[in-house]
């Protein structure tokens, strides 16, 4: 080969390492303002990446001058396992029902507002917001003289400021924590960015069923927001069954073929390997087919909201727990079970767990968050107050092993015929 077609294939190659790059910075994070790293690299691309994900996801990709937002829709609007979070370590917190409520309020207030406004005004429109009868007849209030309500809003103010919506001017949210209004911080409002953040297939306004709006429940109004148009045709079909399967693929840990039902079973069953094929190329992401499910697993760990294995107390707490459901089998174990296998372990990792974990009564907090780690990568499901292993938990079972040095016995992770 000559040196010209040399170049071209290496121009080939690393335009396409490019693209992979910035669509695996979208995927982690769908919304990127000018300051984020990959945001250049997302720009450069963005024709190639918007025609793809069309294509393949049904995923509309907006490029602006100061940000881009990928408009992810879930294939599961009911799932609960990924809330949203903000801050890091023992300071990161997480949305609840509330929280997001008062998310919800804030956006719509903010969309009324003026290009500046401060936490204490925010807070006093939560205030009257809460007030309609709606909301109270649903337990919803608020007030910035509850300190804990306060708490609240500064956890929505704080995703607000990692999304771009708010940007500080002055004040800081711990004085207004603190001293309330006499601690008030000023926001720019950076109404593009808050134009962006609603992905729905039709606006709120639109949502209605018979004229009857006010009647439709929760459930209703999600399915609605979401519904689109599919046409009543084999390629209409089909193509509505590749996009919602590949969101899955893109957004679940796990696929298990019982989830699926019988049309998406067959399509997936069949096109595996070509939709796999066109994912791995252009995320790097690799499948993995088990007789239970399929997974898309990442090399490079970065695309995942939990990682396990990972470091810390409540990581290496929620991988012995995984070891022990998948030794128990199918039927599982009730909290009250897995609260004393805690209790058990404090004293065993006492020397490696922080001191916090090893307390009196901490055994009850530190059983959820594990069941909730297990629960949001689908390596369990919980009915009740018993949780059940799923297939893919079954790659974390312990095994004894002996060396072949005849060593004293040691554990070891094996790997099981499941994802």
Known sequence: MNAQGDLTDTLTRQRLEEQRRALRALLARPLLRAEDAAFPLVRRHAATLRDWLAREAGWHLQSERDFVRLHKRSPDHLDATRPARVGRGTQRKTFNRRRYALFCLLLADLERGEAQITLGRLGEGLGLAVSDPALAERGLDFSLDNQEARRDLVVVVRLLLELGVLARVAGDEEAFLRRGLEGDVLYDVHRRVLSALLVTARGPSLVALGGADADLDIDARLNA??????????????????????????????????DLDEEEAAYLVNQRGAMSRRIQQATGLVPEVRAEGMALVDPDDELTDEKMPAEGTEAHLALLMAGQLADIGPEGATFEQMESWIQAWQSQYRRYWKKAACEPGAAHGLCRQAVARLVALRLAERHGERIHPLPALGRFRVQEVTLPDDAPRQTDLANSETP
């Open 225 to 258: 927001l979401a519904e689109t148009f599919v046409p009543d045709t084999p390629e209409g079909r089909n193509r509505e069954l590749r996009h919602r399967l590949a969101r899955r693929l893109l957004d679940d840990p796990v696929v298990y073929w019982s």
